[in-house]
């Protein structure tokens, strides 16, 4: 009896609830079969993803999947469960799009269902408590920064180690960032991919016409870095002829300045909080922006896309803006890169989201939310979800009279993709400790969130003349809310 059949027809006798094993045999066997995927060309869905930065979400990629022939590595039983998801986007698929391939998998393979309790950016932590304290079903929330300690910290959310298998060899490329995230010994938050990564869009004509050389050609050379960085911003201000002023960047800025040191304002070692203000890597980085704001090299005015004026250089956000950027800039050879390393930095950091789903606290259906997660870490992985998922994105949006509204080019989406494997990604516990730590209120420096201020002060607010006067003006006050945190690991 050949291998194959002998390895069937052992889970053959073992019952209904091995069929799910059967599946997951028939992924590892994928070699010997020949699999096919469907995907529809359609636009990218109107649901964006809610994340708890300023910048936004792009739309999830959605296509269709024969579910028939997809392999699953959940031994569960979820068959006619329904999960109860709070956010504001539903994970169904409405006017006519197709449904993710998460979405597929679960309900097609596991036959689990979605139902969407609607809620808005503005109520939806407090629909969520008045739900946990009330009894009304709900069991996943999207992941924001605030989840981790804060959320946890409120019980708002319970742990996914009775529910996932971590050791399973498809979270291998993840394990890191899901050690990163382990808290009190269980893990609240696991990552299925790296999302909305904050890059660098630039013009390489631009950079042609003022003699600076191509910033991903210094990137794929190990040689991008804040020296270089610098040179090419003071370089382009200064060729200007004075009819417009010029500037180094816009853009989403401080944040990832910060963080492409490596290091982060709060540390956590898996048991302790504790204040890194004072590091050297974070004031030389704190330094620089003061030097830019100094030089007039930043622009704080608000752009949706890279500038089309030509009168600045660097435009710093997530990839979701790349698409408009390039609709509206066609003639400018747009491409994107990192933002820069320290020179005393050993690799490239990355400043991005986490995408994850969070079990909420009380909720009975752990094994339906840990296998939906599951489905989003399939769609992410298997290299014929990729590839269609790559397909859909660089389908160029239209509108109904054919004008082009967006699109990212094939070297753009790969350059991307080889971003978020090449760099480390970074997160800052300090942006998930509530409102003090990181908040708008009424987005003056005095009411606005601690993180806030570290990340921009120096940038936009001429009263803070040295990183000094912004690091001794909070470092108590970090102290004080790390002191309530820590009082609360077992």
Known sequence: MDPERAIFRMYQEIGRKKVIIMKKLKSILAGLLSMSLLFSATACGEEAAENSSHYKSEDDVAISAPADE????MDVDISGQTIHWLATYDLNPS???DRSVALTLFEDVYGGKVEWIQCTSDDKFDVLTNRILGGDPVDMFPYEWDALPNGVYKEQYQPLDDYLDLEDPIWEDMSDAIDMYEYNGKHYVVPYAISDPLLITYSRNMCQENGLEDPYELYQDGKWDWDVF???MKTFTANGDGSTQRYGIAGWFGQAMVQSTGKTIVNFDGKEFTNNIYDEDIEAAETLMAEMRSLNLYDPTWYGNFP???????YGMADWSLNGSNAKNQDADLMVVPFPKSPDADEYYLCANFAAKMLVKNSDKGDAVATYIYCERLAETQEEYVQAAKDKALIVEQSASGVVLGYRTEEQYDAI????????PVFDFGYGMGSTMYGDGEYTYETRGIMNNLMDALLTYPEIDSWA????NWSAAIDDVLET?????E
Request: net charge negative; charged share 20%; hydrophobic share 35%.
């Open 485 to 489: 945190y820590n009082s609360a690991i």
């Open 95 to 97: 006017n006519n799009q």
């Open 70 to 73: 997809q392999g699953g590595g």
């Open 417 to 424: 993709m080889q971003f978020k494997e090449d760099t480390t």
């Open 469 to 472: 006067v912004l690091r001794d």
């Open 308 to 314: 089309e004026a030509g009168n600045i250089l660097f």
């Open 230 to 232: 610098m040179d090419m």
